[in-house]
C-alpha cells in the first residue's frame, strides 16, 4: 500500500501534480504541492496546491469558483509525481481555457 511517506519530495520540498478530468481523460493543468498542500486535498477533497509565485497554499478555484472535486489521489511508480483524479467545475486554466493545454501544441 502506498503511504504518504513514499511521496519524494525535491530539494524545495515541492512534488508535480497532475490533474485529470474523470470524465474525459484530459489532462487539465500541472501545479506544485508540498506536504502540506497534498495533506489538504486527502483531507479537504479539494485541489489544494503551493504557489510558488505566491509563496502560499492556494485552493484552486477559491477565486475563481473553477474548484476540482478530488475523487482520487495516486503516487506514480518513481513516487515523484503526483496525479489527481478530479471533477472540474468549469475550465481548469486561469485563462479561462477547458485545460492548461489548449492550443499549446509545440510543433
Not at 469558483?65 to 489527481?84: A, N, P, Y
Request: proline share 2%.
Amino acid at each position: 500500500m502506498t503511504t504518504l511517506e513514499n511521496v519524494k519530495y525535491n530539494a524545495d520540498g515541492l512534488v508535480p501534480a497532475i490533474a485529470q478530468d474523470t470524465q474525459t481523460g484530459s489532462v487539465l493543468m500541472m501545479a506544485w504541492m508540498n506536504a502540506e498542500a497534498l495533506n489538504a486535498t486527502l483531507e479537504t477533497r479539494r485541489g489544494t496546491y503551493w504557489s510558488r509565485s505566491r509563496e502560499k497554499l492556494w485552493v484552486k478555484g477559491e477565486s475563481s469558483g473553477h474548484i476540482q472535486h478530488v475523487k482520487s489521489v495516486s503516487l506514480d511508480c518513481d513516487g515523484d509525481t503526483i496525479l489527481l483524479a478530479v471533477d472540474q467545475i468549469g475550465p481548469a486554466c486561469h485563462t479561462g481555457a477547458e485545460t492548461c493545454f489548449t492550443g499549446r501544441e509545440i510543433s
